[in-house]
C-alpha cells in the first residue's frame, strides 16, 4: 500500500478524472436504457444508480476541496490551467445535445409546439457550434500539429512527438 502526503496547492482539478467517468456511464446506461426490453432496462437503471452514487458524492467532495484550494491558492500553473474544465463534467454544465434532445422527446410526448420549437432551437445551435468547431480542430490537429502540444511538458522540456517523428510501421507489435 502506498501513502502520499499531498498538500493543498498540490490539488488540481484532475483529481476529479476517477469519478468522472463514472458519472458518465451512469448518464449513459440510462439513455441506453429507453431502448432495451424492461427486464434488461431496469437492471441498467439500477446498475445507472449504483454508478451515480458512487461517483457523484466524491466528486462534490472533490470539487469542494479544489474551490477551497482555488480560494486560498489562486488559479493554478499556466500550465495546469486547462484542467479546472474538467470540474464541469459533474456539474453537468453545457450539455446541449442533451437538452435538445430531451426538448424534443418532451415536445413530442406532450405534444407541445413550445418545446418542440425549444428542441430544435438547441439543435441548430448544436449544429452551428459543430460547424465551427470542426475546422478549428482540423487546422490545428492535422495541418499545424500543434494540437496535442502541452504546456506541463515544456517544463520539462519535451513535447509530444509530431506525426512525422513516429514511425508506425516500424513500432508495431503484432
Not at 64 to 85: E, G, V
Not at 132 to 161: A, H, M, N, R
Request: charged fraction near 10%.
Amino acid at each position: 500500500m502506498s501513502r502520499q502526503n499531498v498538500e493543498n496547492r498540490q490539488i488540481f482539478a484532475t483529481a476529479l478524472l476517477p469519478t468522472v467517468s463514472t458519472i458518465v456511464a451512469a448518464s449513459t446506461g440510462a439513455s441506453v436504457a429507453n431502448v432495451l426490453p424492461d427486464s434488461q432496462a431496469r437492471i441498467t437503471i439500477v446498475i445507472s444508480y449504483i454508478l451515480l452514487g458512487m461517483g457523484l458524492p466524491i466528486s462534490v467532495l472533490l470539487m469542494a476541496n479544489y474551490s477551497y484550494r482555488l480560494i486560498l491558492f489562486k488559479l493554478p500553473q499556466p500550465a495546469f490551467i486547462s484542467s479546472t474544465f474538467i470540474t464541469i463534467g459533474p456539474c453537468g454544465h453545457f450539455p446541449i445535445g442533451t437538452l435538445a434532445l430531451s426538448a424534443q422527446e418532451l415536445g413530442k410526448e406532450m405534444d407541445s409546439t413550445g418545446m418542440k420549437v425549444v428542441g430544435t432551437i438547441l439543435m441548430m445551435l448544436l449544429l452551428i457550434i459543430w460547424l465551427l468547431l470542426f475546422p478549428v480542430t482540423l487546422y490545428f490537429s492535422v495541418i499545424k500539429d500543434s494540437w496535442f502540444t502541452s504546456p506541463c511538458l515544456s517544463e520539462v522540456g519535451g513535447q509530444p512527438p509530431s506525426f512525422e517523428e513516429v514511425d508506425f510501421i516500424k513500432n508495431r507489435k503484432y
